[in-house]
């Protein structure tokens, strides 16, 4: 059975426009960054069209942001304009407070990607819950700090941290997190002073953390993330869960290989393997320790034995073959990604997942993919 196959008899088993607006999004992405722009405002016309049929509102918002992001690429701003304009009003009608506070993170994620900052820091103003609000904070003020907006990143993440220090005492974690995401920002304009704040979170970890291994992997992703490997390496001997130090050494494994240093990266997989062949956890912690180790292959050209692993995975595929299928489309490997596509197809929303990727991984094929999604209704 083909992809294509499989996808028509999943979309007879449920109402998908959802899921389909999310995958033409996904290829309109892919058609801007080729220069496809015809195409790609045929495609976010089909998307928008789509997206109305959604009944969730919640659900609705999220693709309708998408729908906006891809109108703002292809040069339609003053459309995109009217759609995040009018999230506001939508937004309050969501009875579910978290999906209400959901809607707003993603809105504000999605207006930072096209650096709507004034944009996005309204929405996240608008974020219900105080930890989650702080975190889109951090996340808009690293982007700030990137785009040369020195000024406001200083004003966005002194807001975030009053949010974090105000609830120190029992939520450790947020203030961990934003320390992270502050010190990730400063190394584009002042690594001493990252260096420092990550100094700062990690002896508050070694002394009075609740959460050691948690705090440690985060420290060691941010090491990682602004380019102190060795000092990431370090950080890890301090990890004693097993899966937190598999997921502080992928962190690890990005940078090495978006840095091209492949033979660092497979010094990498060693360890991480090693650390596989050691677990007696439960299998949960299993599963995500083979999903962190199949992206670690995958980045140390291993594109083959990342599918092995894959394979092991026996429950939840949906939520962690996408993500090795992503990873395999980052790398180019063609040949171990089409024998992840019917692994796959077994689950609606994985299936549309792949659309997208499909379309990434086959620019040129971008317009055909799209029709195949459209095609479904």
Known sequence: MTFAKALQILHQEAETPFLQSLALSDVVDVQVSTEQNDAGRNTISLAHQIAKKINNPAKQVIAMARIAKGLFNIGSRKDARVIFDSFP????????????????????????????????????????????????????????VEAGHEEEYQTTFTTALEIAEDRFSFMEWLWVDIMCEKAMAQSFIDKKAAISTLKKVSKFTQIHGKQRDKYFSKIARAEAQIGLISHALKTTDNIEDNVERLIALSWIALSQFEQGKQEEVLKTLTVALQIRDKMTEDKQKLIKALKTIAGIQVMAGKGEDAVKTAEKILTERNLYLPGISSWLVKTGDKENFKR?????????????????????????QAESVAKVVTDLN
């Open 89 to 144: 009003d939508i937004v309050e009608t969501i009875k579910i407070q978290a999906e209400r506070v959901n809607s707003f993170k993603v809105i504000a994620n999605i207006q930072v990607t096209i650096q709507e900052f004034t944009g996005a820091l309204n929405t996240a103003q608008r974020i219900e819950f105080p930890e989650v609000k702080a975190k889109s904070l951090g996340v808009i003020g690293k982007a700030l």
């Open 340 to 364: 992840l596509l019917i692994p796959c197809a077994y689950n609606v929303e994985t299936a549309y997942q792949m659309c997208g990727l499909i379309a990434q991984l086959y620019p040129e």
